[in-house]
């Protein structure tokens, strides 16, 4: 059950409210009436509260469970425990997060400029903005409507945010234009120089970074994460792309619609993810390589060619997952050797 | 001879001061009226200086210090040069931090909260706590007495603080309850959404961040960390772990006590590490695994199955040191081949 | 062509002005008095604009470029399309760089202390500086002439800056001293603790870190990148290095003049880089190591060991290149059999 210190909660709601706001189908329909009072996991949830199965992992947790309904794939329904009532979902793990979006509702505080923030007199806000404390809007931002700007945070000259756009508390944004509905999550430095210097034995000359950072809809990018803008190109981060925590993008990168890059990833400059790559954490990726749509890249792994589209890689220097696997395989084998 | 400047120095101080404080016995009674001036490293201390062996890479430079006196293990003593006077301890290097503790205190600050910080009025503050320009406090928060919140750091609502905690500049830390005298450095954020969310090729669907972060005491969590708030769980920081720079822990992690966690670690989701687990720097863990008691994890190694208590681990895919090092001793010998 | 909103372009400028800025050489004189309206990327590039080819991966782009001039090797020379003006130079990413400094100057604001600054009147401005909203300049501090100070930034007591720095948006600086001509970018943290402790069952044992952080001319440090201050020495920053994204220096390093050191990269306490050392991104130097002169580290490598001058390694732990090369191709054999 959260703690409503920090999250707010609708009340309590009906299974066949669940059922509607998730899309999953109730397992048996008399079960409508039943009263959820909050969501938890597997193994603490009290018989009044809605959980979830996602991960085949936690079967034996689902199989004792004391949930009062829980979502399930329809091939995981058969290991349900007794008195526990089933939304059945092809997709359980999204039922889940539609329930809990309904549940547990974000809520933008109300529109409102802090007098401590500093904001410039050429800076256009949209309706329903909100500017906390100490933050500071140089000389020609535009923000749409809706638009939540944590404390302390710093928006440069001429940056364009969109609406319904959320940037965290520290964040530092520069060179840039943001599309709708993205999150930037605190501490992310976005639209800082590139690396960009021609190495010289007399002190290595700078290359001024004279392009953007282009973030489009719907984006998230995480706490302290760092996004340079482009040395000419920009950067660029497509619709719906996901990015962690503390991850590294360099000058010119292009990122593609839908990809998931997690924390502690490094991708070089002017490289180019199409879309729906997924990138594993702490993976690095050399510059000015071309990584195929739909391909996967294992965590830590090391990418220093182009992959082709839809291909996985996993090692460092990484390869074909399966070559890769044969090598860990020999490798294993000598290590017990002896 | 440390910079008066950034640093407060009690003053000149017997060596039977030292010996009282750090538990370290003098070689020589007689020399316990010898006043010290400051402490050093062995290669730069004067003859009126404290120095300490901790690591014997350094046996050399000891064994020509001009210090005034020294920490030192008792089976290395032998290697003293004359002169230097000895403070003999099983934990030099402990029994010299003692030391340093007390030649060189931390102050906090006059209790004051800045008229450039923005404390709501709900929020309650105990005695003694210092408020720097520009902090963010929120509705709701309760900070306990003799807590130092450093300059621009943003405290969400609701935040718990216990006593004597100090929080340095920019931090952001929301959904959290820390509790007695631990450190937090700039530029941590705490408490954001961990990355949740259901893949779907239409747009990943945002799963709500429902938990909350919960840090112990004597904790300390280095400088642009990032700890992600629970999913529903929470994460939790055990007593007494010391966690450095830039590391990312993930949504729901459990470290329990006395963990050391080096810089750039990655820790994924729902992982628990049990107590004194050691963790090198860069290591990544991926999610949903048990690292035993005691378990230690060397620096780059990425562990993708859970460790038994005590076991030490190394590579990636890591594996028991002893069957790592076969592999790494046959690789040696194939590259010097040929 | 850069967006104008975002750079500041100093106007249509001829090709004998860019040969002088640049120190490159026109390969036909008569082309003196063509007029640049701007620079662009040689797939981008109008007929109007100047382009450069740095990189021979690029030479296929270079043969079909639209561009009115073209910085290039005099070996690469022969590949230009027909129409395009040549300007020669033996290095012509810097003979670029150059030209799009002079084409595209970087501005300081006008000197202003911000009304929302809070700065100690024990500290010591001079002429020129300009120090954002939000910024927090605590007792001492001294800053140079022309020092740029970004909103948000934390300036702790007795920090000493040179003349000409500049310190981007949100960094907290501490325990410091920086010369002249370096850049800080948003979300540095400089000069907090280093993660010094005796290793204590009944609780780890602070170690006080005495030292400080030294960084010389002409540096700059890369967005949310920390380094620790030392233990007892200093850490220390040569001048004309470079410091990328993210990157975690322990207390007491030592870095040479004009190393690169790319994002992510952790270099543990104590460990001493000379001159012109250079590190690829994500790579991880074990404490208490000596990295010679001019030595190159890859991209990922975990380095152990010292490393002679001059050498290069690769791999995790590292080898010199051509031994690591060996082994890859081994296992790469390996992968593709059965």
């Known amino acids: 059950m959260p703690d409503l210190q920090f999250h707010i909660f609708i009340g309590h709601t009906s299974l066949s409210k669940i059922s509607e706001v998730s899309g999953a189908k109730l397992s048996d329909d008399s079960s409508g009436d039943f009263l959820i009072t909050g969501v938890s996991a597997l193994d603490k949830a009290e018989s009044d509260e809605l959980s979830f199965l996602d991960n085949v992992r936690y079967k034996d947790q689902f199989a004792v469970t004391k949930a009062g309904a829980c979502f399930v794939h329809p091939d995981l329904a058969q290991y349900a425990p007794d008195g526990v009532r089933l939304l059945i979902s092809e997709t359980p793990y999204k039922a889940y997060a539609l329930a809990a979006q309904y549940l547990y509702p974000e809520t933008i505080p109300e529109s409102d400029v802090s007098p401590k923030a500093s904001v410039s007199d050429s800076a256009s806000i949209g309706d329903g903005c909100v500017i906390e404390a100490g933050v500071v809007i140089e000389d020609g931002v535009k923000l749409g409507d809706c638009v939540w700007i944590g404390a302390n945070s710093v928006i440069g000259r001429n940056v364009q945010i969109g609406s319904n756009v959320r940037i ?28 960009g210097f021609a190495i010289d034995p007399k002190g290595h000359v700078k290359v001024p970074q004279l392009g953007r950072v282009i973030i489009g809809d719907h984006v998230e990018i995480g706490a302290n994460t760092t996004i340079d803008r482009g040395a000419g190109p920009d950067t660029v981060i497509g619709d719906g792309s996901w990015i962690d925590n ?37 993976a690095g990726i050399a510059g000015h390589l071309h990584i195929g749509m739909g391909a996967r890249i294992a965590a830590q792994s090391g990418i220093m060619r182009n992959i082709p589209a839809g291909e996985e890689q996993m090692g460092s220097p990484a390869l074909p997952i399966r070559q890769h696997m044969k090598q860990v395989a020999f490798l294993r084998r000598l290590g017990k050797k002896g």
């Open 246 to 282: 503390l991850v590294q993008i360099g000058h010119n990168v292009r990122i593609g619609k839908g990809c998931i890059i997690v924390s502690q990833v490094g991708i070089s400059g002017s490289t180019v993810l199409d879309d729906f790559v997924a990138v594993g954490g702490q």
């Open 168 to 195: 965290g508390a520290s964040a530092t944004i520069s060179h840039c234009v943001i599309g709708d509905h993205s999150r930037l999550y605190p501490g992310v430095c976005v639209g800082q120089d590139g690396f």
